[in-house]
């Protein structure tokens, strides 16, 4: 094979070889057996299959204006499945109020792992302002991208020990220390003993915390940050049976159709066109001054 022909050659095996490796590198993700999991969640302390739905209730003061105001959080378990990551997942959805306005939905997604740990799969958000749609911020399913599940709820629980709640690297990060393991906590839904005490925070808000208790056979009871506090008031009857899994979640909306991995793809195969076309050119003009030639 003729010298330029080979430096193209050599050219484009360098940008494949280099491009495969990147791209092996972005997809590197743990592997997940959906066999291993259930849309059932029953873990004791974080058991939505088995509890109806719930109300808290609570304030929060506003650090640079001492403006406090009410705060209103209704979750329940719908009755349906989803899946996310190749996973058959549970779907609880959660409204928020301030002041009796609404002001987010979410959809979050739980399976519960054989060993008894609550996985957290991601979240649909949609946050809203004066009653309009206002974005999407906080968004993230496991398996889009370098997303992962994370665990809401251990099987094994051990003072001092934190586990990831949330795996979306810029966007969720979410942390718990576990803190004491036989709390008493009393809210306006009753009195609970022998729950789970944790410190929540977060790498992307540095300096926010939260202290969140979970009690048996109930769940999330309260929570405590420095200006603000919101407890359970009520607990309806357990849920029925959700009904069988839809279509996979597909991944949030990132505004480009999907058309940038398709953009990425044309950009290496043009450049490996010209990088094949320059060595084409260089044999040919060897050959050309060769002939010329005495």
């Known amino acids: 094979m003729k010298r ?70 209704e979750s329940r378990l719908l009755d349906k499945t989803e899946v996310v990551d190749g996973v058959t997942v549970a779907v609880l959805e959660e409204k928020a109020y301030v002041d009796g306005e609404l002001v987010e939905v979410a959809l979050d997604y739980f399976a519960q792992h054989k060993d008894g740990s609550v996985w957290y799969f991601g979240e649909r958000v949609d946050n809203y302002e ?13 398996g889009d991208g370098d997303n992962e599940p994370g665990t809401i709820m251990p099987a094994q629980l051990q003072v001092g020990a934190t586990h990831k709640q949330e795996l979306a690297p810029d966007v969720a990060e979410d942390k718990a220390t576990v803190l004491a393991l036989n709390e008493t906590v009393q809210v306006p839904a009753g009195t609970y003993q022998g729950c789970l005490k944790t410190l929540d925070f977060s790498p992307l808000d540095r300096g926010v915390e939260e202290l969140k208790w979970y009690c048996p056979g109930v769940g999330l009871v309260k929570e405590q940050g420095a200006d603000s506090v919101l407890e359970l008031i009520s607990a309806g009857p357990a849920p029925a049976a959700p009904a069988p899994a839809a279509a996979p979640v597909a991944a949030p909306a990132t505004g480009d159709g999907g058309l940038a991995d398709v953009a990425d793809a044309w950009v290496v195969l043009l450049a490996a066109a010209a990088f094949v076309a320059a060595g084409l050119a260089t044999l040919k003009f060897v050959s050309i001054r060769r002939s010329e030639r005495p």
């Open 4 to 73: 330029g022909a080979l430096l193209a050659v050599g050219m484009l095996a360098s940008l494949l070889l280099i491009t495969s490796s990147n791209a092996r590198q972005s997809v590197a993700r743990p592997k997940i057996d959906p066999a291993d999991f259930q849309s059932a969640i029953t873990n004791p302390l974080f058991p939505i299959s088995l509890t109806g739905p719930k109300v808290f209730a609570g304030k929060e003061t506003d650090p640079d204006t001492d403006e406090t105001v009410g705060t209103r959080l």
């Open 130 to 142: 004066d009653g309009k749609l206002k974005d999407h911020a906080g968004q993230w399913l496991a």
